[in-house]
């Protein structure tokens, strides 16, 4: 996870070569200075840093320091001061500004739908600007809806969507032209945090089969963590204060700026850089309404959690079977403990934060789908923070190992 490696993506590619296959390119800021007109100190002093192709950087720090300015360098909405921004090896300075802005995919908060105009309307706007035919653009549109799990919403109108709804659209719409650069400004920054999660599993899911460049703004560290490849800390000025892979940042702060803004619960963060589906998951057996108990008993003895779950007509989770449950002679429809449900995509971290919050001690583990993967439980995340470990290999194994 997190891998820098890109090399399906390297190197030069646009979409008139290949069509229909996703692109991505390598961007890199040289020696780059913003100074806004009257300003008397730079927003912006000497960056420079690279991304491959395909990776996630994000920009973090805080207030102020420049992140925003930064990106909105890239695509010339605001001008250099003196440096180069090179996008697929090439000067940003060399062309159109107005056409550059069309190529580079760019996603912000507000989203900025139009609201008289359909969903599908919408995400066909660059395409449109671009001069596709209609075919190609009615072809693109449905792909990017699909894309995005709201195929049906096409002809709806952005009020009628919910917010987590426009943000995907806003995505959607970033992707249309398959640009080899994607900017993203605190894209998540407006939206609650259940479905802020969400979206960014969602969006990592995606971003997994499109590899594309991205320049991703926040504020957040903890969104950092869990969305970048590398992370840009950046402090007041504009200046670059550590650049780094996020496992690297929560092991080796680079100084006491870092160190601060990375935050003293540094162990803690450590569980956003695995995901609950690299962890070894405790074995739970599933029953059903109306199943013998003697049978569920049985099978939650043997299993490492020693509780039986039940899951309803359609397979999804209902909850723990109970010692009072299991008196009965048949499995009830309805359970006495409602289950915790996490996704597969989840950070442990948010995991963890669901766990605590519902005060469970475990949950069903659920792939995209709903099916039942096993169960994750505090104990085990508790072993995992024990073992001081940041990787995702084995974990349980480690801990085990490490124990005396
Ligand atoms: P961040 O996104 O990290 O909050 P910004 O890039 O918005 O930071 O701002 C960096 C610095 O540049 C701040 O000191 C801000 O006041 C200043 N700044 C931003 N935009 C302008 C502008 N249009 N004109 C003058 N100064 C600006």
């Not at 919910?162 to 939206?191: H, K, N, T, Y």
């Not at 199943?291 to 723990?320: N, V």
Request: glycine share 8%; aromatic share 4%; net charge negative.
């Amino acid at each position: 996870m997190n891998s820098t490696d890109t090399a399906q993506a390297e190197g030069k590619s646009t979409s008139a070569e290949r069509p229909g296959r996703s692109t991505a390119a390598p961007l890199e800021f040289r020696h780059v200075n913003k100074v806004y007109p009257g300003a008397t100190e730079p927003a912006i002093e000497d960056l420079s840093l690279e991304v491959g192709a395909g990776e996630i950087c994000v920009l973090v720090g805080p207030s102020g320091c420049g992140k925003t300015t930064a990106m909105r360098l890239v695509n010339r909405m605001i001008d250099l001061t003196s440096g180069d921004i090179l996008l697929d090896g090439e000067s940003i300075m060399t062309g159109d500004p107005v056409r550059l802005r069309r190529e580079i995919g760019y996603v912000i908060q507000q989203i900025g739908l139009f609201p008289h105009r359909t969903i599908a309307q919408n995400v066909a706007t660059v395409p449109k600007l671009l001069g596709w035919n209609r075919d190609r653009i009615r072809a693109r549109t449905t792909e990017l809806l699909e894309l995005v799990g709201l195929a049906e919403m096409a002809d709806r109108y952005p009020g009628q969507l919910s917010g987590g709804q426009r943000q995907r659209i806003g995505v959607a719409r970033g992707l249309a032209a398959d640009p080899p650069l994607m900017l993203m400004d605190e894209p998540f920054g407006a939206i609650d945090p259940i479905t802020r999660e969400r979206l960014q599993n969602q969006f990592l899911r995606l971003q997994a089969d499109l590899r594309k460049t991205i320049v991703f703004v926040t504020h957040d560290i903890d969104e950092a963590i869990k969305m970048g490849d590398r992370i840009a800390v950046l402090r007041k000025g504009g200046r670059l204060a550590q650049y780094a892979t996020p496992a690297e940042l929560l092991m080796n702060p680079a100084d006491d700026f870092v160190e601060d803004f990375v935050g003293a619960d540094r162990a803690l963060k450590r569980l956003a850089l695995l995901r609950v589906r690299d962890f070894d998951l405790w074995s739970t057996p599933t029953v059903r309404p109306g199943d013998p108990t003697a049978a569920a008993r049985e099978q939650a003895e043997r299993s490492d959690l020693h509780h039986a779950l039940l899951l309803d007509d359609h397979g999804r989770p209902q909850g723990w079977l109970s010692e009072r449950d299991l008196r009965a002679d048949a499995v009830p429809e309805i359970p006495d403990t409602v289950a915790v449900v996490i996704d597969r995509d989840s950070t442990l971290r948010d995991a963890l934060a669901q766990l605590l919050e519902d005060g469970a001690q475990y949950g069903p583990v659920v792939d995209s789908e709903g099916r039942v993967l096993g169960a994750l439980s505090v104990e085990l995340i508790s072993r995992f923070l024990a073992s001081g470990d940041t990787t995702a290999e084995a974990p349980t194994d480690r801990a085990e190992a490490a124990a005396p």
